[in-house]
T-cell receptor, first 114, second 113 residues
Framework: DGGITQSPKYLFRKEGQNVTLSCEQN?????MYWYRQDPGQGLRLIYY???????QKGDIAEGYSVSREKKESFPLTVTSAQKNPTAFYLC?????????????FGPGTRLLVL | QQQVKQSPQSLIVQKGGISIINCAYE??????FPWYQQFPGKGPALLIA?????SEKKEGRFTISFNKSAKQFSLHIMDSQPGDSATYFC????????????FGGGTRVLVKP
């Protein structure tokens, strides 16, 4: 059963705390992406990665960090520097940057601040 | 600067009617225009997509119309069903720039039985 999994489904963050959102895919896709969705708004790109051990900032990277140590995994850390982290976070993947425009999305993680 | 503007923000249509959602873009370098469907609490799913060398693409009840000179594209949902009630997003990307998607703000569609 191929696809993209994100965990946890809900995550609570305390003030000054870093939290990490998990994204795993078994589609053998090279490219992976992280988006943020705020209520009633479209998705905005946080970071993306074309290949293992490489990633680039998107439009709203401040306060976030990522790593890409394995092809199937692209975790996102929301740092304490992100002052307004409450949002729905979506991970996506595509075959690769050159051949695959179609991005497939995971089910999302909703982050709430306590 | 919002590069992809989507309208309306919401619409209500009767079962069997036609839903029409419009998007306008600014960057003429965009070369891929997908539409995504999203149900509450779920991730978006690709519905249909078009490239700028085609003026129309149809898949089942869903049709994309593309007007390159006007820098506009639209989604038509024919014979709308209650199961089509969802939020729809248009998007655009540039293959040479990493296929990063720029999304419109979304349209919430409610199909009344």
């Amino acid at each position: 059963d191929g696809g993209i999994t994100q965990s946890p489904k809900y995550l609570f963050r305390k003030e000054g705390q870093n939290v990490t959102l998990s994204c795993e895919q078994n589609l053998n896709h090279d490219a992976m992406y992280w988006y943020r969705q705020d209520p009633g708004q479209g998705l905005r790109l946080i970071y993306y990665s074309q290949i293992v051990n490489d990633f680039q900032k998107g439009d709203i990277a401040e306060g976030y960090s990522v790593s890409r140590e394995k092809k199937e995994s692209f975790p996102l850390t929301v740092t304490s520097a992100q002052k307004n982290p409450t949002a729905f976070y979506l991970c996506a993947s595509s075959i690769d940057i050159d051949r695959g425009e179609t991005q497939y999305f995971g089910p999302g993680t909703r982050l709430l601040v306590l | 600067q919002q590069q992809v503007k989507q309208s309306p923000q919401s619409l209500i249509v009767q079962k069997g009617g036609i839903s029409i959602i419009n998007c306008a873009y600014e960057n003429t370098a965009f070369d891929y225009f997908p539409w995504y469907q999203q149900f509450p609490g779920k991730g978006p799913a690709l519905l249909i997509a078009i490239r700028p060398d085609v003026s129309e693409k149809k898949e089942g009840r869903f049709t994309i119309s593309f007007n390159k000179s006007a820098k506009q594209f639209s989604l038509h949902i024919m014979d709308s069903q209650p199961g089509d009630s969802a939020t729809y997003f248009c998007a655009a990307s540039i293959r040479a720039a990493g296929n990063k998607l720029t999304f419109g703000g979304g349209t919430r569609v409610l199909v009344k039985p």
